[in-house]
C-alpha cells in the first residue's frame, strides 16, 4: 500500500517538470520584456542592462529553466517583480484564504446536493425529482461570476445584509495564527470577529458552491438510483427492513462512494472557479493574486502560482486514487 | 415498412411514431436546448441584420438609460450609451465562432488519438495517454489562462487555448470505444479479409464512436462558452473592442449599484445559452446511449 502511494507520488515528479516546463516556454513566448514594466520609462539602457542581468533575465532560456527548476525544488519560486517579495511568502500567506472558501464552498455543494439527490432518486419522477433536476441543470450552467453579481445587487445592495466583498471588515484585529480567519477567531474567543468572518464568506463561498452542488446533486441521484436496484436492496427489503432505513442504510451508503469520488474530482473546477469568484469578491487569495499578478505581468508570481495550483490539483488527484484503493480493494491488484 | 403503408400514414401517426422512437430528443430538454442552438446561429450569422443598432455606437448622453419596453433601448443602455439587446444580439457570433470552432478542432483531433490509441494499443497509445496526462493536470481554464496570459489576446488565441484542454475528453472516450471494438466479430473479419489497420479505423471504428462524439460536442460547446465568458470577464479573452458576453458582465461591474440592467441580460445570455446546450447534451445522451442515462 505504502509502496503504491511512493510509486504514484513518484510519477506525478516528471508531470510537474514537464508542466512547469510547458509554463517555462510560454512565458518565452510572451511578447514584450518584462524589465520594462519593472522599472520608470526614463531609466537607461544601462540600467535596464543591470536590472536583467540581476534578475537573471540575460541568460539563455534553457539555463533560466534549469535555475528555476532547482531553486523551486526547494520552495523558491524567485522574487515577485510586483511585490517586491519572495513568490513562496506571498503564496502562502495567500492560500488560508483560498482553501478557506474552497472548504465553505464544497461543504456547502455536499449539504445542499446530497440531500436533494437523495430525495430526487427516493421519488423518481415526482415533483422532487423535476426541481432537483432543474437545480442541479440550473447550478450546472450558472456562469458563478453573474451569479456573483446578482447576489451581490441583492443581498449587499437591496437588502443591504451582507458585505460586498472582501474577507474581514477594517480593523477586525485578530491575531493570525494559522491564516484562517475563522479558526483564528475562534481560538481568540472573538465572537463577533467569527460572525463578521462568516457574514463575509458567505456569498462567495455560494456562489463557488453552485456549480458543485448541481453535479453532486446529479451525480447522487444517479449512484443512489443504481445502489437501489441492487441485490442486496432487494434482500433488505425482502427482510421488512423499513423505506427509510433501505435509503439511507444500504442504497445511500453505497452510493456514496461515487459522490466523495466527484467531489475529488470537481476540485479543479473548484480551483479555477475560485479565480473568478475571488476577483468578483475582492477576495485575497491566490485566486485574485494571480489574476492581478497577469495583469501586472509578474512573471514569477504567475509562474509559481500556476505551479502551486497545478501541484495542488495532481496532489488531489493522487488522494482520489488512493481513497478509491482504500474503499474498494478488487483495485488494489490492477 | 413498405413504401403503400407509409405513404398511408398520416402526418400525425409519424409524428407520434417518431415522438416514441425520439422520446428524449423531443421533449422539453431536446426542443428547448436545438431552439438554443437555432438562435444561437440566427444571431450569430445575422447580428447585423437583427441588431436595432450597432453595438459599438457610444452616445454618452443616452449613457446608463434603464430597459424600457417601447424605448429605442428595450435592454437599455451600458455605460457610453450602447445599446445592451444589440452588444448581447454580436455577442452571440464570438460564443457561436467559439464554440463551433473549439468543438471542431478538439472532437477532430481527441476523436483521431483516441481511436488510434484504442485500436494501436501499445507504444502509440502510452505516448498518446502521457501527453494527455500532462495537458490534464493543470485544472480546467489554468492553462487556457496561461497561454492567454503570456502570449496574449485574440480570438484565434483563445480558440487555441481552449482547445488545448478540450480534446482529451474525446480521447478518453472515444479510445476505451475503440480497445472494445477492436476485440469484436465484425472487426476481426475485416482484418481476417485483409482490411488496411487506417481502412478499418475509417470505415469500422469511426462511425461506430461517433455517436459519443456527439453526445460529447453538445458539453463540449457548453464548456466553451461559459469559459471564454470567463476569459473575457477576467479582461483575458478577446479583444474589448469586440462586444461578447463576459465582456459585457466585466464592465457591469463597475456599475453594479447604479444600472443593474447592463449585468442582468448578458449573464441571462450565458447562462440560458450554456442551460440549452447542457440540456440537448443530456437529452442526446439518454437517447442514444442508455449505459450512461442520467434517467
Known sequence: MLLYFIKRLAGAVPVLIVVSGIIFALMQLAPGDAVTMLISDEASEADKARIREAWGLDRPPFIQFLNFLGNALTGDFGMSFRYKMPVIEIVLERLPATIELAVAATLIAVGVGVPLGVLAAARPGTAWDAIASAFSFAGISMPNFWLGILLILFFAGYL??????????????VESVTGFLIIDSILAGRWDALGAALKHLALPAI????NMTGIITQMTRAQVLDALREDFVMTARSKGVSEARVLWRHAFRNAMVGVVTIIGLEFGTLLSGAMIVETVFAWPGIGSLLINGISSRDFPLIIGLVLVYTGMFIVMNLLIDLFYTLIDPRIRMN | M??????????????????????????????????????????????DLIAPHAPNRQDLML????????????????HVGRDILSRIIHGARVSLIIATAVALFASVAGVFLGIVSGYFRGRIDSAIQ??????????????????????????????????????IPYCRVTRAESMALR???????????????????????????????????????A??????????FLGLGVPPSIPTWGGMLSDARSYI??????????????????????????????????KLKSH
Not at chain 2, 464548456?223 to 473575457?232: M, R
Open chain 2, 63 to 78: 449613457a446608463l438609460t434603464p430597459p424600457d419596453w417601447r424605448g429605442p433601448h428595450v435592454l437599455g443602455t451600458d
Open chain 2, 183 to 221: 476485440e469484436r466479430e465484425f472487426i476481426l473479419a475485416a482484418q481476417s479479409l485483409g482490411a488496411g489497420h487506417w481502412f478499418i479505423l475509417r470505415q469500422h471504428i469511426l462511425p461506430n464512436v461517433m455517436l459519443s462524439v456527439i453526445v460529447m460536442t453538445s458539453f463540449a460547446m
Open chain 1, 160 to 173: 443591504n445584509i451582507l458585505p460586498s466583498g472582501g474577507r474581514e471588515p477594517w480593523g477586525l484585529g
Open chain 1, 207 to 210: 456562489v463557488l458552491g453552485t
Open chain 2, 257 to 290: 449599484s447604479s444600472a443593474w440592467w447592463m449585468a442582468l441580460f448578458p449573464g441571462l445570455a450565458i447562462f440560458l445559452t450554456v442551460l440549452g446546450l447542457n440540456l440537448l447534451g443530456d437529452a442526446l445522451r439518454n437517447q442514444f446511449d442508455p
Open chain 2, 223 to 232: 464548456n466553451a462558452i461559459i469559459s471564454e465568458s470567463s476569459l473575457s
Open chain 2, 2 to 47: 413498405d413504401n403503400a403503408s407509409q405513404t398511408t400514414m398520416s402526418l400525425r401517426d409519424r409524428w407520434h411514431a417518431l415522438r416514441t422512437q425520439y422520446r428524449h430528443l423531443t421533449g422539453f430538454k431536446g426542443i428547448y436546448g436545438v431552439l438554443t442552438i437555432v438562435l444561437l446561429v440566427v444571431f450569430g450569422l445575422f447580428a
Open chain 2, 130 to 167: 502521457k501527453v494527455a496526462e500532462i495537458f490534464w493536470s493543470f485544472p480546467p481554464l489554468m492553462l487556457a489562462i496561461a497561454i492567454v496570459a503570456f502570449i496574449g489576446q485574440g480570438l484565434t488565441i483563445v480558440i487555441v487555448a481552449l482547445t488545448a484542454q478540450r480534446w
